[in-house]
T-cell receptor, first 113, second 114 residues
Framework: GAVVSQHPSRVICKSGTSVKIECRSL??????MFWYRQFPKKSLMLMAT?????????EQGVEKDKFLINHASLTLSTLTVTSAHPEDSSFYIC?????????FGSGTRLTVV | GENVEQHPSTLSVQEGDSAVIKCTYS??????FPWYKQELGKRPQLIID?????GEKKDQRIAVTLNKTAKHFSLHITETQPEDSAVYFC?????????????FGQGTILTVHP
């Protein structure tokens, strides 16, 4: 139980375009979703926290206008990377608290060319 | 906010040896400390966790110890096997009726040589 489905798993986009990443909680209601970014051989860095029905909370240094987060329902949170550039290429992963810890999406490998 | 420091960054052991990875945290309100194993391009997998009301927890070859006073916790893997080779992350968060954000350590690349 407590599965988070993340799509797409891989995406390649052209510089200047936008990419949307979705995380769906399949068998539970996720009122909170954490969004992380992971560069190669680095740790997971929290970008923002989304809460259903309210504005997301962004970590220091994360551009809220560039990384748009929407949590419009209890089962869906989305991250949109707007006007993507090569430096946005990274592994993005969502995570939701569950009853005894956290469950993670499978991650999205974004490559901006 | 919370800061988690993890050492060493790389660890190389022979098969059958033990491996120890250490982490310190800064927020005394943190009370949930999971350890994750991550393979390349995959999601982190929980291998063991400990809560602040417990000093030690063991699951077969894996154990975690927690020293709340010193704000550090450690992962111990005994009888290591080549399939234990991966990146390991410690993390800390405030848990309760709902869990707060997880702060991760920098990661340890563990290599187990046959």
């Amino acid at each position: 139980g407590a599965v988070v489905s993340q799509h797409p798993s891989r995406v390649i986009c052209k510089s200047g375009t936008s990419v949307k990443i979705e995380c769906r909680s399949l068998d539970f209601q996720a009122t909170t979703m954490f969004w992380y970014r992971q560069f190669p051989k680095k740790s997971l860095m929290l970008m923002a926290t989304s809460n259903e029905g309210s504005k997301a909370t962004y970590e220091q240094g994360v551009e809220k206008d560039k990384f748009l987060i929407n949590h419009a329902s209890l089962t869906l949170s989305t991250l949109t990377v707007t006007s993507a550039h090569p430096e946005d290429s990274s592994f993005y992963i969502c995570s939701a608290p569950k009853d005894s810890g956290y469950t993670f999406g499978s991650g999205t490998r974004l490559t901006v060319v | 906010g919370e800061n988690v420091e993890q050492h060493p960054s790389t660890l190389s052991v022979q098969e059958g040896d033990s491996a120890v990875i250490k982490c310190t945290y800064s927020d005394s309100a943190s009370n949930y400390f999971p350890w994750y194993k991550q393979e390349l391009g995959k999601r982190p997998q929980l291998i063991i966790d400990i809560r602040s009301n417990v000093g030690e927890k063991k699951d077969q070859r894996i154990a975690v110890t927690l020293n709340k006073t010193a704000k550090h916790f450690s992962l111990h893997i005994t009888e290591t096997q080549p399939e234990d080779s991966a990146v390991y992350f410690c993390a800390a968060s405030r848990g309760g009726t709902s869990y707060g954000k997880l702060t991760f350590g920098q990661g340890t690349i563990l290599t187990v040589h046959p």
